[in-house]
Each structure stands twice: as C-alpha cells, then as structure tokens.
C-alpha cells in the first residue's frame, strides 16, 4: 500500500503531482535542490497549446491539458495565473507561408480550434500593432490557447497540498536512492535527511537524468537553453501570444511583456565559473523586433533577462507513468510541462496510488523503444 510518496522537484510537475496525490489522500513529502519554481518552471514562455504537435497521442494528451488548466481556474476562486486569450501567428516569406498553412490544416483535421484572420481582423484583437508589420491576410489564430504565469501556479498547488498535510523541503537536493529488490526504499538527501519512501516521483526537469541515474536508470535528454526578455511596465495593449515573423511575445504581469525568438536562444553563453550571459546584441535585436510591431514598446527599457533549461527527453516527448523494472518509481518530465503539468500530473499522481491510466499514458513510458534508441 502506497502511504508515503516522494516527489522530487517543485516545480510546475512536482507541484501539480504532489497536489495531486495530497487530493487522494497520500502523504508526501515534495524536495527541491532549491526554492519552488526557481528552475526551469520560473523561466519558461508557458505557452498554453497544442498547436502542431505530434503524434496524435501527444495532441490529445495536449488539448485534454488544455481543459485541465481550464477547470482549474475555474474552480479555484482568484485562480487568475491562466489566461486564454488566444495565439496569433503569421510568416514572412513563401516557405513559412506553407508551413503554417499545413500546420493549421492538420489542427482542424484534428478538430482543434482555428481560423485565418485578415490584417483588420487582426487589429481588431491586438489594436496597438503597426498594421505595416502585419500581411494582408494569413494571419493564423488559435482562440483556445494562452499562457499561464507559473510561479502564481506553483504557489497555488504547493500551498494547497501543504494545508492538506504534506511536506515541502526547499534547498536541500537529493543525493542518493537506496534500492533493494526492485524497490526504491528511501531518499537521502544532500542534508543528511533520510526519507522512506513507498514511491518516488521524478519531476526534476533538467536534473531528471541525474536523478534517474540514482536509481540506476538511463534517460536520455537533450536540453536546450531558453531566453527570455522582460521589459519594463509599459502602457501598451497585448491581450494575447503573439508569434510574429522576428519576435514572439506574451502579457508578463504588472504591464511587462515577455519577449523571445528562438534564435537568441542559442546566444547564451556559459563561463568558466559557470555565469550564464547572453549577447547583448542578441537583446536588442529581440528588443527592436518588439518595437518594430507595437511601437509603444519604445517607452519601455529591458528589466531583465531570464536563462532556464528546458528538459526534452530524448525523441522530444513527454515521459510519464511508472517504471517497469522499478514499478514504484514514476517519471513526470517533458517539454511543454506548462501546457501538461497539471492534467498529466494528476494522470502520474492517480497510477503511482494504484488508478488504471495506461489508455492516456501509454504512448509516454519510460520503456518506449523510441527513447531507448536516443
């Protein structure tokens, strides 16, 4: 019988794991090497969608996700960290033309809600744009999909789970699992803490290779690094994500907006004490692009620059459930945990206390031989 469960990392999945198992009933106690949300959680674009994503299994696990985050809101009085306002997204030249035209094609073959917008159409919903930064036409929109802001999450599924009577150790990271017998028996962390354990939930993002590698498992990832910019409170009106040709950008809180491109991601730089910088120039450039399609960007400075992991299992899907060989040690980790935290996480949160869920997370488990071939 499942009593006691581990839940290592706390971020957006070790959150809404241990949340998850606190609703059922379990006891848990929920580590993190350190403070919640400080890792890969607290700098992500959070991008609620499942826009283009493949296999079908994925999509669904995606769009069930989706409505997840949805009913959460809902339910929960000022649950105000979601906001569905829609993704708009356009290209600048004939190739990318045609590939978002196929991406919007297999959306609506899948039943996924989108539409074309014309450039009036599309300044009708993001009014402060200069209208000579958008096409005539082609303007794609995704109506169902948002952005979370995932610390206020966070904060909200950990503090529920600890008024339910389960445990949050921050600054203290997992060093060793003791395995006996196909068993993980207990967690000792870098403290000297020992903690028994009936099961053990990896939620470490980045870190998840590593913690697996405790248990004597191999997971293969290719992490990759992602930057974002924060401006400066602006009086600017953005209401939605936007996917432009040269930056993308989200509503951040209190005024800010979140700027990224994928190309500025590979400009950040790791020295040999182990500071993380980015290319100034790279700033910019992300910086005028913003400026370039809502001009009243230009009243704004850069407030800061944000540098986070994104953990991607090997073959780039997510890796949920248990584990055959050590069945009461389960995984939690993805790209994407944004959009799946909280719908997978009650899925891995249900199998690890005995719920039947292979339907939904077949296609996910650590034993696939797509990932052991990475």
Same mark, same amino acid.
């Given at each position: 019988?499942?009593?006691?469960?581990?839940?290592?990392?706390?971020?957006?999945?070790?959150?809404?794991?241990?949340?998850?198992?606190?609703?059922?009933?379990?006891?848990?106690?929920?580590?993190?090497?350190?403070?919640?949300?400080?890792? +890969?959680?607290?700098?992500?674009?959070?991008?609620?969608?499942?826009?283009?994503?493949?296999?079908?299994?994925?999509?669904?696990?995606?769009?069930?996700?989706?409505?997840?985050?949805?009913?959460?809101?809902?339910?929960?009085?000022?649950?105000?960290?979601?906001?569905?306002?829609?993704?708009?997204?356009?290209?600048?030249?004939?190739?990318?033309?045609?590939?978002?035209?196929?991406?919007?094609?297999?959306?609506?073959?899948?039943?996924?809600?989108?539409?074309?917008?014309?450039?009036?159409?599309?300044? %009708?919903?993001?009014?402060?744009?200069?209208?000579?930064?958008?096409?005539?036409?082609?303007?794609?929109?995704?109506?169902?999909?948002?952005?979370?802001?995932?610390?206020?999450?966070?904060?909200?599924?950990?503090?529920?789970?600890?008024?339910?009577?389960?445990?949050?150790?921050?600054?203290?990271?997992?060093?060793?699992?003791?395995?006996?017998?196909?068993?993980?028996?207990?967690?000792?962390?870098?403290?000297?803490?020992?903690?028994?354990?009936?099961?053990?939930?990896?939620?470490?993002?980045?870190?998840?290779?590593?913690?697996?590698?405790?248990?004597?498992?191999?997971?293969?990832?290719?992490?990759?690094?992602?930057?974002?910019?924060?401006?400066?409170?602006?009086?600017?009106?953005?209401?939605?994500?936007?996917?432009?040709?040269?930056?993308?950008?989200?509503?951040?809180?209190?005024?800010?907006?979140?700027?990224?491109?994928?190309?500025?991601?590979?400009?950040?730089?790791?020295?040999?004490?182990?500071?993380?910088?980015?290319?100034?120039?790279?700033?910019?450039?992300?910086?005028?692009?913003?400026?370039?399609?809502?001009? %009243?960007?230009?009243?704004?400075?850069?407030?800061?620059?944000?540098?986070?992991?994104?953990?991607?299992?090997?073959?780039?899907?997510?890796?949920?459930?248990?584990?055959?060989?050590?069945?009461?040690?389960?995984?939690?980790? +993805?790209?994407?945990?944004?959009?799946? +935290?909280?719908?997978?996480?009650?899925?891995?949160?249900?199998?690890?206390?005995?719920?039947?869920?292979?339907?939904?997370?077949?296609?996910?488990?650590?034993?696939?031989?797509?990932?052991?071939?990475?």
């Amino acid at each position: 019988m499942v009593e006691h469960v581990v839940v290592i990392g706390a971020g957006v999945y070790g959150a809404a794991v241990t949340a998850a198992l606190t609703r059922r009933g379990a006891r848990v106690t929920v580590v993190d090497a350190g403070a919640p949300a400080a890792g +890969s959680s607290g700098a992500t674009f959070s991008w609620i969608n499942s826009c283009g994503k493949q296999p079908r299994s994925y999509h669904d696990l995606s769009v069930a996700s989706m409505a997840a985050h949805r009913k959460l809101a809902t339910d929960v009085p000022h649950g105000d960290w979601y906001h569905e306002g829609g993704n708009l997204e356009w290209a600048a030249d004939d190739a990318g033309r045609e590939e978002l035209r196929k991406k919007v094609a297999g959306v609506l073959d899948y039943g996924y809600e989108a539409r074309w917008l014309s450039r009036a159409e599309a300044l %009708g919903l993001e009014p402060d744009m200069d209208p000579a930064e958008l096409p005539a036409g082609e303007i794609a929109y995704f109506p169902r999909e948002g952005w979370i802001e995932p610390v206020r999450l966070i904060a909200h599924l950990l503090s529920s789970a600890v008024v339910g009577g389960s445990e949050l150790v921050a600054n203290d990271a997992v060093n060793g699992l003791e395995v006996t017998a196909g068993t993980v028996r207990a967690v000792r962390l870098a403290s000297g803490r020992r903690l028994l354990a009936d099961a053990v939930v990896n939620c470490a993002g980045p870190q998840a290779a590593g913690v697996a590698a405790l248990a004597g498992l191999v997971l293969p990832m290719r992490n990759t690094r992602g930057v974002l910019v924060s401006s400066s409170p602006v009086a600017v009106s953005v209401s939605r994500v936007i996917h432009a040709p040269h930056v993308h950008l989200r509503p951040d809180g209190g005024g800010r907006l979140l700027l990224h491109t994928h190309e500025i991601d590979g400009t950040a730089h790791v020295s040999g004490t182990g500071e993380i910088s980015v290319d100034p120039s790279a700033v910019d450039k992300v910086v005028e692009a913003g400026r370039a399609l809502y001009p %009243g960007l230009r009243a704004s400075t850069v407030e800061a620059v944000r540098v986070g992991q994104r953990p991607i299992p090997g073959d780039g899907l997510p890796v949920l459930g248990r584990v055959v060989a050590l069945p009461n040690f389960h995984f939690a980790v +993805s790209h994407s945990g944004a959009t799946l +935290s909280v719908h997978a996480g009650d899925l891995v949160a249900g199998e690890v206390l005995g719920e039947d869920h292979d339907d939904a997370l077949a296609a996910f488990r650590f034993e696939r031989p797509a990932l052991a071939a990475r």
